[in-house]
């Protein structure tokens, strides 16, 4: 399996607390992304980064912001959490965007509770 | 990129051979198609992908017509294990991130 680990795997928080979601990859990929997962909604792209201090939006950008510092590591902040962002998120890692011959590995997940 | 549509659910039987089609007439010509898989509780992981003809591997088949505008992915008899959701996704050769649909929940019984 790649190398990504997302921290915490769980997490239960009350409403307009920030939050900072973490991913780690070991597999020196430049691409990472942020998705969250809803009930009929299927995954949707939140940012995604294309080298370090390198980021752009997703689908489902507002109130989320990302930063990346190091290769290694891409974190997700929700800065004010709402009920909405109740959701799995999920990180993924790809060495080469979405190129020919390139998959992009994901995370086992985080399931993030806003209360 | 290309929009795509799949059905929404299919149920199979152990054993039997499955075919998801998917429906992406939009489709340029620098674009590709490739699959996904997501068991639950997991992230989704990438099983096949293609730009024309048929591509085989360990896994699966996908199967795409000349013109392009859909495609099958094939999975020979399925097991209780193939239980999850398959996602076709277009994809531009010079993209950046992958657009996920709602994609085919495929449900497989003993």
């Known amino acids: 399996d790649a190398g990504i680990t997302q921290s915490p795997r769980h997490k239960v928080t009350e409403t307009g607390t920030p939050v900072t979601l973490r991913c780690h990859q070991t597999?020196?990929?430049?691409?990472m992304y942020w998705y969250r997962q809803d009930p009929g909604h299927g995954l949707r792209l939140i940012h995604y980064?294309?080298?370090?201090?390198?980021?752009d939006k997703g689908e489902v950008s507002d109130g989320y912001s990302v930063s990346r510092s190091k290769t290694e590591d891409f974190l997700l902040t929700l800065e004010s959490a709402t009920s909405s962002q109740t959701s799995v998120y999920f990180c993924?890692?790809?060495?080469?965007?979405?190129?020919?011959?390139?998959?992009?590995?994901f995370g086992q997940g985080t399931r993030l509770t806003v209360v | 990129l290309a929009k795509t549509t799949q059905p929404i659910s299919m149920d199979s039987y152990e054993g039997q051979e499955v075919n998801i089609t998917c429906s992406h007439n939009?489709?340029?010509?620098?674009?590709?198609i490739t699959w996904y898989q997501q068991f639950p509780s997991q992230g989704p992981r990438f099983i096949i992908q293609?730009?024309?003809t048929k591509v085989t591997n360990e896994v699966a088949s996908l199967f795409i017509p000349a013109d392009r505008k859909s495609s099958t992915l094939s999975l020979p008899r399925v097991s209780l294990s193939d239980t999850a959701v398959y996602y076709c996704?277009?994809?531009?050769?010079?993209?950046?991130?992958?657009?996920f649909g709602k994609g085919t929940t495929l449900s497989v019984s003993s």
């Open positions: 996704l277009v994809v531009n050769q010079a993209g950046t991130a992958l657009i």
């Open positions: 293609g730009y024309k």
């Open positions: 993924a890692i790809s060495p080469t965007g979405t190129g020919m011959g390139t998959e992009a590995f």
């Open positions: 939009n489709i340029a010509t620098n674009d590709y």
């Open positions: 597999e020196n990929h430049r691409y």
């Open positions: 980064s294309y080298g370090v201090k390198d980021t």
